[in-house]
């Protein structure tokens, strides 16, 4: 849109003359503000503090992070903003973290994916006791669990290790994860194809970049306050896939259904991040009804 830029930059302008303002008015800075507002709850302070040191330095946030780390002013200010900008790099290791892992390509050959695929299948594949049928990359055996083929080393696509891992998360749950294996047709939802495509749903979450460049994080809000690692990103994907499945079977769908309902699914995910609450337990609910 032509008057877009213009607009943009007058909305920077305001929002600048406001926190001078602000600053003759309190004698505070824009963070000092924060820190010292304790109605704010500790996710939306991490926010605000990240956006705040976007918006008023030139450096970079790295660069923020390395000086508030070396600093020898230890204020009580200081203080607590090194426990948000702590908080902040280990949130971009995990990014880097995960990332890695999702790049890293599934194959028949590496001895830590094959034992992954070995887990999987004595645990979801072979559910019968008297089913000893030693576990192979290529069988008919893995559409049962939903992948689309024979050969599921072509269904990992963009999520690479990171979904296979996922299922292997989820299966050492064995009881709750054959209830979503074994849904009856017409609702069922092709169990593996379906956690590929929920784990997507949480990466994307991590970071988000605009078209206007600008960065957000909406999952910060739920590792502002849970530990920031690979761990609690599988523990946080488990509840969120259970959510799904529980939103899945009260909608009563068929896989015909899956894009539509997972758009919502994600729309809501995202609202809840946006609003600064963690993402706990029946957003589900929340989601409009069409």
């Given at each position: 849109m032509p008057f877009s830029l213009?607009?943009?930059?007058?909305?920077?302008?305001?929002?600048?003359?406001?926190?001078?303002f602000m600053f003759i008015l309190t004698g505070k800075s824009m963070l000092e503000r924060i820190i010292a507002n304790r109605t704010i709850s500790f996710p939306l302070r991490v926010y605000q503090i990240k956006n705040s040191i976007n918006f008023t330095s030139s450096k970079s946030l790295d660069y923020e992070i390395n000086q508030t780390k070396i600093d020898k002013n230890k204020s009580l200010i200081h203080d607590?903003?090194?426990?948000?900008?702590?908080?902040?790099?280990?949130?971009?290791?995990?990014?880097?973290?995960?990332?890695?892992?999702?790049?890293?390509?599934?194959?028949?050959?590496?001895?830590?994916?094959?034992?992954?695929?070995?887990?999987?299948?004595s645990r979801l594949v072979t559910q019968s006791n008297d089913d000893h049928e030693p576990m192979t990359t290529i069988s008919k055996r893995w559409t049962k669990i939903g992948f689309q083929g024979p050969n599921p080393l072509t269904d990992f696509r963009g999520m690479g290790v990171l979904g296979l891992q996922s299922i292997e998360y989820l299966s050492r749950d064995e009881s709750t994860c054959l209830t979503y294996v074994n849904i009856r047709p017409p609702n069922d939802y092709s169990f593996a194809i379906g956690v590929i495509n929920a784990v997507s749903w949480l990466v994307a979450l991590l970071e988000i970049e605009s078209s206007k460049n600008d960065i957000t994080h909406p999952l910060l809000t739920y590792f502002s306050v849970h530990p920031c690692n690979v761990n609690e990103f599988f523990r946080l994907f488990s509840f969120v896939f259970n959510e799904w499945h529980q939103f899945w079977i009260d909608q009563k769908a068929d896989i015909m259904q899956f894009e539509q309902l997972s758009k919502r699914f994600r729309a809501q995910m995202l609202v809840e991040c946006q609003q600064g609450r963690p993402l706990r337990q029946g957003f589900s609910k929340r989601i409009p009804k069409q």
């Open positions: 213009p607009i943009r930059v007058i909305s920077q302008w305001l929002l600048l003359f406001q926190r001078i607590q903003l090194y426990t948000v900008i702590h908080k902040l790099e280990l949130y971009q290791k995990l990014i880097s973290q995960i990332e890695e892992i999702r790049k890293t390509q599934v194959t028949s050959t590496d001895a830590e994916h094959l034992d992954l695929f070995e887990k999987i299948w």
